[in-house]
C-alpha cells in the first residue's frame, strides 16, 4: 500500500499559487519524498525531491514538516498546463525498488 | 538519466486475441517494471522484469495472463493475453537507475500503451 495520502481532487486559478499538501506520518529516517506529475495521456514525469529541508528547483518548491509527516508541493504560478495527477512517494534514494502510487491529486488550474 | 520508448503507444485489439508491448531503454539497466493504469485510475505494479528469469508478479497477477521477457538489460516486453474489456488500460514501462558514479537513484517512465478491447 502507498505510504502517503493526497486529497484526490483540488482547483486553483491560472496564475495563483498551487498548494498540494501530503501526509506521509510513516515516513522512516532514510526515505525522501518525491513527487511526480502525470499530464493526460503520458507517463509520471519527476518534478522534485527532499529529505528534511525545503527545496526548489525551476519547476516547484518543496515544504516538508520538521516532523517529516508531512509536505507541499507549490507550483508558484500555475499554468493551464499544470493541470495533472500530482503524485507524492516516499521512497530511499538509493533503493531501486519500485515505486508504489497511491491515487494522487487531480489539480485542475482554472483560467 | 534513461529515455523509455514504448511500443505500440496505443492499440485497439479485439477480444481473445493477445497483445505485445515492448519497452526499449537507451541504456543498460538492472530494475525494469511493468505497470497498469485503469481508467481514472493511478498506476498498478504489474511485475517486476528480472533479466534471466521469471518475472516476480504482484498480487493479483499472474503469469499466464501478463507473460513478460527481459532477453537483456536494455528490452523487455509484456504481452497481455486472452483480452477482455477490461484490460482496456494504459500499460506503461520503467526502470530505476543511477547516474554513473552516483548512488541516488531515479525512476523514469515511458509514455505508455493505451490499450482499447473491443
Known amino acids: 500500500d502507498a505510504k502517503t495520502t493526497q486529497p484526490p481532487s483540488m482547483d486553483c486559478a491560472e496564475g495563483r499559487a498551487a498548494n498540494l499538501p501530503c501526509n506521509h506520518s510513516?515516513?522512516?529516517?532514510?526515505?525522501?519524498v518525491y513527487w511526480y506529475r502525470q499530464i493526460h495521456s503520458q507517463g509520471p514525469q519527476y518534478i522534485i525531491h527532499?529529505?528534511?529541508n525545503n527545496e526548489t528547483n525551476e519547476m516547484a518548491s518543496l515544504i516538508i514538516t520538521e516532523d517529516r509527516k508531512s509536505s507541499t508541493l507549490i507550483l508558484p504560478h500555475a499554468t493551464l498546463r499544470d493541470t495533472a495527477v500530482y503524485y507524492c512517494?516516499?521512497?530511499?534514494?538509493?533503493?531501486?525498488?519500485?515505486?508504489?502510487f497511491g491515487p494522487g491529486t487531480s489539480l485542475s488550474v482554472i483560467p | 538519466s534513461a529515455v523509455i520508448s514504448q511500443k505500440p503507444s496505443r492499440d485497439i485489439c479485439q477480444r481473445g486475441t493477445s497483445l505485445t508491448i515492448q519497452c526499449q531503454v537507451d541504456?543498460?539497466?538492472?530494475?525494469m517494471f511493468w505497470y497498469r493504469q485503469q481508467p481514472g485510475q493511478s498506476l498498478t505494479l504489474i511485475a517486476t522484469?528480472?533479466?534471466?528469469?521469471?518475472?516476480?508478479?504482484e498480487s493479483g497477477f499472474v503469469i499466464d495472463k501478463f507473460p513478460i521477457s527481459r532477453p537483456n538489460l536494455t528490452f523487455s516486453t509484456l504481452t497481455v493475453s486472452n483480452m477482455s474489456p477490461e484490460d482496456s488500460s494504459i500499460y506503461l514501462c520503467?526502470?530505476?537507475?543511477?547516474?554513473?558514479?552516483?548512488?541516488?537513484?531515479?525512476?523514469?517512465f515511458g509514455q505508455g500503451t493505451r490499450l482499447t478491447v473491443v
Open positions: 520503467s526502470v530505476v537507475v543511477a547516474p554513473p558514479l552516483n548512488t541516488d537513484t531515479e525512476a523514469f
Open positions: 510513516t515516513i522512516s529516517g532514510n526515505e525522501y
Open positions: 527532499g529529505l528534511k
Open positions: 512517494i516516499v521512497r530511499s534514494k538509493t533503493s531501486y525498488d519500485k515505486v508504489i
Open positions: 541504456s543498460q539497466v538492472t530494475m
Open positions: 522484469a528480472n533479466q534471466g528469469s521469471e518475472a516476480t508478479y
